[in-house]
């Protein structure tokens, strides 16, 4: 069983049902894959990536969500954690996910060189996926930054990075943060955008907006 989750304030609701929902409707439901939605408040007032004093309150909130859903998944099954700010363009997502956790026990989008984004995991739940997650949560009930304390605990597992074609980003591209007026390049053949490296909630929007129209989804 595989089930996907995101965890949503108000500054990413218009993003998510523009944008994530339709395109999870339209590619991944029909793959048997479940969903569900945590609201949370709008804690972090600048919502901006590390923005403000606030973040570290959401990514406790956050990380509590998601140490939850480990608890309460079954052994052997699949988990999803992914960003709102994520549109996918076919189901291939689903076939790499299950591939790469066939013989490892998670998976991470890229972020720039060798590092993981924590915007799109995957894991298959085991006393090994358990404590690590556990770890995690515990580490960001006190500190901040849950992509930096994931690129610090990643060795404790088994993991695999998602190939750049599976969860592209812009950086992918032009290697630097995009501030809404630079060229965005489509390759051919991905099945989801990330708008990370994307400066501000107005550009997240235009850059999404930019890939359905283009893309006709």
């Not at 969500?65 to 996918?88: E, G, K, L, P």
């Not at 995957?122 to 849950?146: Q, W």
């Amino acid at each position: 069983m595989i089930k996907m989750f995101v965890y949503l304030t108000p500054s990413h609701k218009e993003m998510f049902e523009k944008y994530f929902y339709p395109s999870f409707k339209k590619f991944i439901e029909p793959r048997g894959v479940t969903f569900e939605m945590e609201y949370g408040d709008q804690v972090c007032s600048s919502a901006t990536y590390n923005g403000d004093g606030s973040h570290k309150l959401w990514e406790e909130r956050l990380w509590e969500y998601y140490w939850q859903i480990c608890v309460d998944t079954r052994i052997n099954d699949i988990i999803m954690f992914v960003d709102a700010d994520v549109i996918f363009l076919n189901d291939n997502i689903i076939d790499s996910t299950i591939k790469g956790l066939n013989s490892n026990d998670a998976m991470f989008a890229r972020d720039k060189h060798f590092s993981i984004s924590a915007g799109f995991q995957a894991y298959r739940i085991s006393n090994v996926t358990k404590t690590f997650l556990e770890v995690a949560r515990k580490i960001l009930s006190y500190s901040k930054n849950d992509q930096v304390v994931l690129n610090k605990l990643k060795r404790r597992i088994d993991y695999k990075r998602y190939d750049w074609k599976d969860v592209y980003s812009i950086y992918h591209y032009n290697h630097k943060v995009w501030n809404g007026n630079s060229r965005i390049v489509i390759p051919s053949n991905i099945s989801c955008f990330h708008a990370n490296w994307t400066m501000g909630v107005e550009n997240k929007m235009k850059f999404l907006s930019v890939i359905k129209n283009y893309l006709d989804i």
